[in-house]
Structures are given as C-alpha cells and as structure tokens.
Nanobody, 127 residues
Framework: QVQLAESGGGLVQAGGSLRLSCLAS????????IAWFRQAPGKEREFVAA????????AYADSVKGRFTISRETAKNTVYLQMSRLRPEDTAVYLC????????????????????WGQGTQVTVSS
C-alpha cells in the first residue's frame, strides 16, 4: 500500500508559476513510476508528467513540455511538479499516482494503470 498526499495548489495569474508536491508513504517506490495527472470539470483525467523513481527518467504531455518540470527527492519520498508560464487551460485538480501496474514505462500515460492516488490539489489560473 502507498499513500500519496499532494500540496501546493492555488490561484495564480496567467504567466505565473506554482510548485506542487506529492509526498509518498507506506512502502518503497524503487520499482515504481510516479505520475501527475489533472482533471478539469467535465473532462477526462489527463496525463501531465511522470518520473521513474529509480533513475529519474521523465516524460511529459505535449501540452506542458517546456513549461513543467517533474522531479523527485528520494530522501524526502517526494515528487515535485514545477509549473511555469501557466495558462488558463492548465486550470484543474492535479493528482499524483503510482502503483505496480504502471511500472512499465510505455503505459505511464494511462490512468487506469495506477492503483494509488492522492486526493488532489486545485490549481486555478486566471486570465
């Protein structure tokens, strides 16, 4: 079992920045990938970024490449999502996720592969 807790969301103007944190507890993440997803009202859950815990390898959705950076701090069991040049269309609840069925890199974009989810943190970008 893994417990995930997100923090760092808020209200920001377009062009601004936020850093989200995802604190993991319960078991080691050495074999897992950890991803950020987002979900806006009335829309499906959307992959944002992922990081492989063991070696730091990363992947991004095209919509956030060059603006968002995912990283992990192993000593703190924490994954970060640094978001810059935010746009109103980035407004959503942001959730982190992990689990053994998402350990294969080529399935990381599928939310159905993740077993453990945090409660989410709201990000609102005003125009």
């Amino acid at each position: 079992q893994v417990q995930l807790a997100e923090s760092g969301g808020g209200l920001v103007q377009a062009g601004g920045s936020l850093r989200l944190s995802c604190l993991a507890s319960g078991r080691t993440l050495d074999e897992y990938n950890i991803a950020w997803f987002r979900q806006a009202p009335g829309k499906e859950r959307e992959f944002v970024a992922a990081v492989r815990w063991s070696n730091g390898m990363t992947a991004y959705a095209d919509s956030v490449k060059g603006r968002f950076t995912i990283s992990r701090e192993t000593a703190k069991n924490t994954v970060y999502l640094q978001m810059s040049r935010l746009r109103p269309e980035d407004t959503a609840v942001y959730l982190c996720a992990t689990g053994p069925r998402a350990a294969i890199w080529n399935v990381i974009e599928s939310p159905t592969r993740y077993d453990y989810w945090g409660q989410g943190t709201q990000v609102t970008v005003s125009s």
